[in-house]
């Protein structure tokens, strides 16, 4: 009952901390070098077996090599992320990680026992010299013994295995994904990668794939999702598509330093924009005004003048509330807690007024480019296109007394999806920082990850301050919703 190949800093740090799931073994790739192996060596006799080459053996000859061939590089791939992990663990603070060690007793089975055992039983075998006497030498022996490793692993854990099916291995995989990620964060860091010896930088861009022979080799497989036809309609939209991918990859590899740009977005139902000649929103200028039925253009500009109707009147709503309480805002000393809520309330209601402004923008140049379009279809007289008015804002008159009768629906649904959103994701972190707490108790975290979870914990006082102040303003919403509707019903 043993562990082979225990890493340095287990079930001290991320890299190393495995879940007890499954049937997994403290170092899985030493594990899976047999199989891996056999694998290989059966690929090859059957193409042997194709060509009419193959002998007696010739399974177990191969299998030796193989194994041979596997096995060195999963020992310089153990020995090298050693040196990575010691590097990653000093990043976080982890001082004095466990040894690293080659064996370690355990009080239960290990996969690592069900593969031993299957070697010992191959070497058993291969003892005898009427089994298999297709191979001989050192590689009948080796061979058997790999074949052996590689049963018994398996049937370990088909036999031993725990949960549902293929968890451990999904395990590994997401551990995989963690180990790359945390790689490459160490080779981010130059003075890290400067203390790490030859061997260990190149297995780092190994890992990272950060080398110049995987760029040079990577660069004829660039794009071949996007092959087209030059002399095709869809090759400008790949050569955009590259061109802002391109654009993307250089704004990544600005400096830490550098602003990022803001950008502001508004949300559309697909239908709103829908127009002929439009896609996703956007004109596309690929129909002719001749093409262009009239009648169409017009119900769509009648469609637009009742959506930017209706989001002007939701944002002037806003607007005036927003007015008020930056109002009351002022009024209140520095230290009164009700001056933290009601700025949280003007962030929100900011942001849903910036929303709507800029869906009236949007409509408000749609209906231009409806008009701007429907003269072209009366009037094919090229100079009257100097005197398509521009797409500015339009006044709209309301009454004196509409905010009184006005029922702020959009808004309230807004703030009633940022509300829900706000409770649910305060729910996963205390869920996450409850975990935590578990594994703390049981001493598997580190100062960095302390550190961590304490500022999490104040992250959780900030979502808790959101939430109500989300709360006061969908009740007031909702208030105003059910006054109007109250009003309604009694006319």
């Not at 077996?49 to 060195?72: E, N």
């Not at 090298?80 to 001082?95: I, P, T």
């Not at 031993?160 to 180990?179: D, I, M, S």
């Not at 010896?197 to 110049?212: H, I, K, V």
Request: hydrophobic content about 40%; proline content about 4%; overall charge neutral.
């Amino acid at each position: 009952m043993v562990r082979l190949c225990v890493p340095a800093g287990d079930d001290q740090h991320a890299l190393t901390r495995r879940p007890r799931l499954g049937f997994s073994a403290a170092e899985p790739s030493l594990i899976e070098s047999p199989y891996r192996a056999c694998l290989f060596a059966a690929l090859s006799t059957a193409f042997r077996s194709v060509l009419g080459f193959a002998r007696p053996g010739t399974f177990i000859r191969s299998a030796a090599v193989f194994g041979l061939i596997d096995g060195s590089i999963t020992a310089c791939d153990i020995y090298g992320r050693q040196e990575l992990n010691r590097a990653v663990f000093k990043l976080d603070g982890l001082e004095s990680p466990k040894p690293w060690k080659l064996w370690e007793r355990t009080q239960q089975w290990t996969l690592e026992d069900a593969t031993l055992f299957g070697g010992a039983t191959g070497l058993l075998l291969a003892s005898n010299p009427r089994l298999l006497p297709g191979a001989s030498g050192w590689a009948r022996f080796l061979g058997i013994a790999i074949t052996g490793c590689a049963i018994g692993s398996k049937t370990g854990e088909w036999a031993f295995g725990k949960g549902p099916p293929h968890q451990a291995k999904r395990v590994e995989w997401v551990l995989a994904t963690q180990r790359r990620a945390m790689y490459r964060r160490l080779s981010e860091d130059k003075e890290a990668e400067a203390s790490l010896s030859r061997f260990g930088r190149s297995l780092l861009m190994a890992y990272t794939g950060d080398s110049p022979l995987m760029r040079i080799l990577s660069k004829p497989f660039q794009g071949l999702g996007g092959i087209s036809n030059s002399d095709s309609d869809a090759a400008p939209g790949h050569a955009q598509q590259d061109a802002k991918m391109e654009a993307l990859r250089q704004m990544q590899m600005q400096q830490a330093h550098a602003k990022p740009p803001l950008v502001m977005l508004a949300q559309f139902e697909e239908e709103e924009l829908a127009a002929p000649d439009y896609d996703a929103g956007h004109r596309q200028y690929r129909m002719d005004p001749t093409d262009t039925d009239l009648e169409t253009l017009q119900e769509h500009l009648e469609q637009l003048n009742k959506l930017r109707a209706s989001d002007v009147k939701e944002l002037a709503y806003l607007w005036q509330g927003l007015a008020q309480k930056e109002h009351n805002l002022h009024q209140l000393s520095h230290d009164d807690p009700e001056k933290d809520l009601l700025r949280r309330e003007l962030q929100l209601l900011n942001s849903l007024a910036t929303h709507f402004n800029t869906r009236v923008a949007v409509f408000t140049y749609a209906q231009a480019d409806a008009r701007k379009r429907i003269d072209q279809i009366r009037n094919e007289d090229a100079a009257s296109a100097s005197v398509v008015p521009l797409p500015v804002t339009e006044e709209t008159a309301l009454s004196n007394d509409w905010i009184d009768s006005y029922s702020p629906q959009k808004s309230a649904e807004h703030i009633r999806q940022r509300w829900e959103h706000a409770r649910t994701s305060l729910t996963h972190v205390e869920h996450v920082l409850s975990q935590f707490d578990t594994l703390k108790a049981q001493g598997s975290t580190n100062s960095h990850a302390n550190k961590q979870a304490e500022l999490l914990r104040k992250d959780v006082g900030q979502m808790k301050q959101n939430i109500l102040a989300t709360e006061r303003l969908l009740k007031e919403y909702e208030d105003q919703i059910y006054k109007v509707d109250v009003s309604a019903g009694s006319r």
